[in-house]
C-alpha cells in the first residue's frame, strides 16, 4: 500500500517507523525543517508507552524524564522534554522535511488518490492509496477533505507558564471551589504551570503582572512554589482560550484522520499524545493486515479504535465543565484575575 504521513510530528512520525516495522514504507511529509520544535516540557501518558516501546524510544526516553505517580516499574505518566521524544522517534527516518501538503489529488469518484507537496524546488505530486492526515489540531489536509470538524469552546480561559526551575514534584493539580482547576507539570530542565481562569482575554489576564501570577500559584499549588519562582518576566505567562476537537468520521475513501487531526482533549487531561500514538499503533496493524485494500484497513482501524477514543472524548472533564460553569462561584482568593 502506499502511504503518504501528512504530518511529521510526533503522532506521524511514530505511525512511519511502526510501519516500516512492518514492512511498509509510507512517505512522510513535513512542512517544519528537520529537528525544528518549539521546547517545552510535556506529560507521556501510560497510553503512549505501547507503541514507543515498539520502536524502541521509551526505554531511551524514560531515564531523561520524571515520573508521576510512579507504581512498581512503571507510572502513570513520565514527564519530559518533547524535543526528546521527537528526535528519537525522528533518528533515521526518511522524511520529506520543508516541503507542505498543499492540495490533495481525488479520482472521479471524489476518493483520494495522491497530495501535492510544495517544497523548496516547487510542487511534487506523490501518488497515494492513503492518505493520513497527521497535521495537527488545525489540520488543513482535513479540510481539503471535506470532513466536519467540531471544535468546543471551553468555558474559561486558560493562563500558564514555563520556567527553567525544576518543582521539588513531577506533578501536581487541584481543583478549585467552581470547578476549575490548578496544575503543575515539571521535567529534569524545568517546570511549566496551567490554570483555569475567566475569559477575559490575555491584557486582562495578565494585568495583575508577574508577581500577583507567582504569589497566586504558589499559594493554591504549593508544590509548584519553586517553579513558578523561576519565572522572570510576564512573557513567560501566557493566556490562551482552549478548545475540544472531535471528528464524526475519521476516514472517507483514500483518506484517514489521526492523533491531533482527529481530536484533541481539554488541558487537564494530559492525553492528547498518549491517544494520538495509540492511533498511530492500531493503524499500523490494521494496514499490515489489510494491505491491499486501504478502506478495510480504515473499517478496521476505526472498529478497533473508536471503543478506546470516544469514551475519553465524550468524559472530557472540559466538556462537564461546560454543564456546570457558573453555577458555583470562586473559592477565597481563587479568583482570576482576581476580583
Ligand atoms: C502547549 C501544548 C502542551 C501540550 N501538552 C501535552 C501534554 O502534556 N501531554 C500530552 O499528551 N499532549 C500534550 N499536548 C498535545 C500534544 O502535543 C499532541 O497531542 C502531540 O504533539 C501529537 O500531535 P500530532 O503529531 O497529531 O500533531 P502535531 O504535534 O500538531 O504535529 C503536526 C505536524 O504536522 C505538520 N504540518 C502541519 N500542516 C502541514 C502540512 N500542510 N504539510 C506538512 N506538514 C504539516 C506540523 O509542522 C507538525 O509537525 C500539548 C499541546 C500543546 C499545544
Redesign the pocket.
Known amino acids: 500500500m502506499n502511504v503518504v504521513i ?7 512520525l511514530t505511525l512511519a517507523r511502526l510501519l516500516r516495522a512492518r514492512g511498509v514504507e509510507p512517505v512522510v ?4 525543517p528537520e529537528g525544528a520544535y518549539i521546547p ?1 516540557g ?4 501510560f497510553q ?1 508507552y505501547e507503541p514507543l516501546k515498539e520502536i524502541g524510544v521509551l526505554d531511551e526516553v524514560w531515564p531523561e524524564g520524571r515520573e508521576i505517580a510512579p507504581q512498581g516499574t512503571s507510572a502513570v505518566a513520565v514527564c519530559v522534554e ?1 524535543g526528546k521524544v521527537i528526535h528519537a522517534i525522528a533518528r533515521d527516518l526518511p522524511v520529506m522535511y520543508e ?4 492540495d490533495l489529488v481525488f479520482d472521479d469518484s471524489g476518493r483520494v488518490v495522491g497530495v501535492i ?1 510544495e517544497g523548496p524546488d516547487g510542487d511534487v505530486e506523490i501518488p497515494s492509496d492513503l492518505v493520513v492526515a ?4 488545525q ?3 482535513r479540510e481539503m477533505a471535506g470532513m466536519e470538524a467540531v471544535l468546543t469552546q471551553l468555558p474559561e480561559g486558560e493562563l500558564s507558564w514555563m520556567s527553567s526551575s525544576p518543582s521539588e514534584t513531577s506533578f501536581s493539580m487541584a481543583y478549585m471551589a467552581d470547578g476549575g482547576h490548578i496544575g503543575h ?1 515539571s521535567w529534569p530542565q524545568g517546570s511549566g504551570g496551567w490554570r483555569s481562569c475567566s475569559r477575559v482575554g490575555a491584557e486582562a489576564a495578565l494585568a495583575p503582572g508577574l508577581d500577583a501570577v507567582k504569589e497566586m500559584w504558589a499559594r493554591l499549588l504549593p508544590e509548584s512554589r519553586l517553579g513558578v519562582e523561576g519565572v522572570e518576566s510576564i512573557d513567560q505567562v501566557r493566556y490562551s482560550e482552549p478548545e475540544l476537537l472531535t471528528t464524526p468520521e475519521w476516514w472517507k475513501p483514500g483518506i484517514v484522520l ?4 482527529a481530536h ?1 482533549f481539554g488541558p487537564e487531561t ?5 491517544i ?1 500514538l495509540g492511533d498511530a499503533h492500531a493503524l499500523s496493524e490494521a494496514i499490515a493486515q489489510n494491505r491491499a485494500d486501504a478502506d478495510a484497513a480504515c473499517q478496521s482501524y476505526v472498529m478497533w479504535r473508536a471503543p478506546v477514543v470516544r469514551p475519553y472524548e465524550a468524559m472530557d472533564p472540559g466538556r462537564e465543565r461546560i454543564l456546570t460553569a457558573g453555577k458555583q462561584p470562586p473559592g477565597p482568593g481563587e479568583a482570576w484575575p482576581p476580583q
Open positions: 501528512a504530518g511529521g510530528g510526533m503522532v506521524g511529509i513535513e512542512r517544519m517545552r510535556y506529560m507521556l501518558g503512549g518533547v516541503h507542505s501538503v498543499k507537496a497527521c497535521d495537527g489540531k489540520s488543513r489536509v507539570l489521526i492523533g491531533d487531526s484533541f494530559g492525553i492528547s499524545s498518549g494520538g
